[in-house]
T-cell receptor, first 112, second 112 residues
């Protein structure tokens, strides 16, 4: 069964607006990551937040983690048409390698 | 630096046929894994390996076989293809001690 569930399943916004995607998970984690997938391509790692962190920034990306609610959110500020992609959260349990469990993803469409 | 290379990119099989999806990485990553991606299901882990000679099952291993004779290569074998194995397959790798995955571009398999 999937560890992570994401919402919304699809999000459509205008360029310049902010996009927020949410991820919930079921079991305890070491870290949570967000990946991006452009149509027909492989996934690309965006950002990792550890279980003892609450917020992390990388460029226009802001990730929050609430371990008490077992949830995370990804905020993309000032979105661009090039941000159009699917975004997946992935959780890592107790291993020191990349055995990740992925959510179902959010399809983001940014209209120019 | 090629990263993770998957071949073939596209393949059509008939039910009952066998084939091997190839995956090679040139980053000296110890961990390698295979995921399948189906609409609405996100990515599900099939098999993984933490080093040459060591493999283990993921969430959906039935119908698939793997081996790891070298650090670089991690082929996925379908012994008797079924229509339920129609999917996009991704190979991904990471160093031990790091959870972040590097993905290949994917292999789209159709079983008729």
């Amino acid at each position: 069964s999937q560890q992570g569930e994401e919402d919304p399943q699809a999000l459509s916004i205008q360029e310049g607006e902010n996009a927020t995607m949410n991820c919930s998970y079921k079991t305890s984690i070491n870290n949570l990551q967000w990946y991006r997938q452009n149509s027909g391509r492989g996934l690309v790692h965006l950002i990792l937040i550890r279980s003892n962190e609450r917020e992390k920034h990388s460029g226009r990306l802001r990730v929050t983690l609430d371990t008490s609610k077992k949830s995370s959110s990804l905020l993309i500020t000032a979105s661009r048409a090039a941000d159009t992609a699917s975004y997946f959260c992935a959780t890592a349990g107790g291993t020191s390698y990349g055995k990740l469990t992925f959510g179902q993803g959010t399809i983001l469409t940014v209209h120019p | 630096n090629a990263g993770v290379t998957q071949t073939p990119k596209f393949q059509v099989l008939k039910t009952g046929q066998s084939m091997t999806l190839q995956c090679a990485q040139d980053m000296n990553h110890e961990y390698m894994s295979w995921y399948r991606q189906d609409p609405g299901m996100g990515l599900r882990l099939i098999h993984y390996s933490v080093g040459a000679g060591i493999t283990d099952q993921g969430e959906v291993p039935n119908g698939y076989n793997v081996s790891r004779s070298t650090t670089e290569d991690f082929p996925l074998r379908l012994l008797s293809a079924a229509p339920s194995q129609t999917s996009v397959y991704f190979c991904a790798s990471s160093p031990l001690g790091a959870n972040v995955l590097t993905f290949g571009a994917g292999s789209r398999l159709t079983v008729l």
